[in-house]
C-alpha cells in the first residue's frame, strides 16, 4: 500500500470549511484513497472514499488531484463534534483476493474545531 | 443491528495472564480483524480472518492467537500478557469481495498489564 503523509494537526472555526490534506505521491492506478476518523477513544468511523473522481456524500467531500499524488477531504461546515484524528489511507479495492481489507494507518491529523 | 461488539471494556491484568478479548458482528461480514492502538499512534494490525477457520497474521501478531470458528465471533486471545500489550484494541469487519469499502470498528477494549 502506497504512504501518506498528512500535517500533524490543525485547527478550524466552528460552521467553517476544514480542509484536510494528504499525499500520496507513490499511488498506484489501482488505489483507491480513503478517509477515516477517530473520535476520541471510540473505534474509526469511515468518511469517504474514492478513485480518481471527485466524491461527495452527507458527511464529506474528497477532492482527488488530476495526478493522483494527493487529495484533500472537506468538512464543508465544520461542527465541534467534528474534533477527531483524520486518517487518509490508500489502498487497493477491498477483496480477500487484493489482502486489501486490512487497513494500514499512519498518525493521522488531529483536526480541532474551536467555538 | 447491533454491528460490532467487544468485551470487556476495560481490563487489568498482572504480567503472565492469560486471557480472550471478545469480538462479534451480526452483519454476516466475511472479513474480520484485530488491530492495536498504543497511546498517540494510529492502528496497526494484529490478526485478521477473511472466513470462518481462515486466519492469518498481521503486522504485530506476537503474543497473540485467533481462531474464527464461526463468521460471527473472532475472539483474541493473549497467551501470557506482558505490559508491552498495554493498549486499546479494536476489533473490525467488513464485507468480502469487490465493491466493498467501509470496515466497521467495534468500541474498544482498553488493557492494562501491570
Known amino acids: 500500500d502506497a504512504k501518506t503523509t498528512q500535517p500533524t494537526s490543525m485547527d478550524c472555526a466552528e460552521g467553517r470549511a476544514a480542509n484536510l490534506p494528504c499525499n500520496h505521491s507513490t499511488i498506484s492506478g489501482n488505489e483507491y484513497v480513503y478517509w477515516y476518523r477517530q473520535i476520541h477513544s471510540q473505534g474509526p468511523q469511515y468518511i469517504i472514499h474514492g478513485l480518481k473522481n471527485n466524491e461527495t456524500n452527507e458527511m464529506a467531500s474528497l477532492i482527488i488531484t488530476e495526478d493522483r499524488k494527493s487529495s484533500t477531504l472537506i468538512l464543508p461546515h465544520a461542527t465541534l463534534r467534528d474534533t477527531a484524528v483524520y486518517y487518509c489511507?490508500?489502498?487497493?479495492?477491498?477483496?480477500?483476493?487484493?489482502?486489501?481489507?486490512?487497513?494500514?494507518f499512519g498518525e493521522g491529523t488531529q483536526l480541532t474545531v474551536n467555538p | 443491528n447491533a454491528g460490532v461488539t467487544q468485551t470487556p471494556k476495560f481490563q487489568v491484568l498482572k504480567t503472565g495472564q492469560s486471557m480472550t478479548l471478545q469480538c462479534a458482528q451480526d452483519m454476516n461480514h466475511e472479513y474480520m480483524s484485530w488491530y492495536r492502538q498504543d497511546p498517540g499512534m494510529g492502528l496497526r494490525l494484529i490478526h485478521y480472518?477473511?472466513?470462518?477457520?481462515?486466519?492469518d497474521q498481521g503486522e504485530v501478531p506476537n503474543g497473540y492467537n485467533v481462531s474464527r470458528s464461526t463468521t460471527e465471533d473472532f475472539p483474541l486471545r493473549l497467551l501470557s500478557a506482558a505490559p508491552s500489550q498495554t493498549s486499546v484494541y479494536f476489533c473490525?469487519?467488513?464485507?468480502?469481495?469487490?465493491?466493498?469499502?467501509?470496515?466497521?470498528f467495534g468500541p474498544g477494549t482498553r488493557l492494562t498489564v501491570t
Open positions: 480472518s477473511v472466513g470462518a477457520g481462515i486466519t
Open positions: 489511507i490508500v489502498r487497493v479495492e477491498g477483496g480477500i483476493e487484493t489482502s486489501g481489507s486490512r487497513l494500514t
Open positions: 473490525a469487519s467488513s464485507s468480502a469481495g469487490v465493491g466493498t469499502y467501509e470496515q466497521y
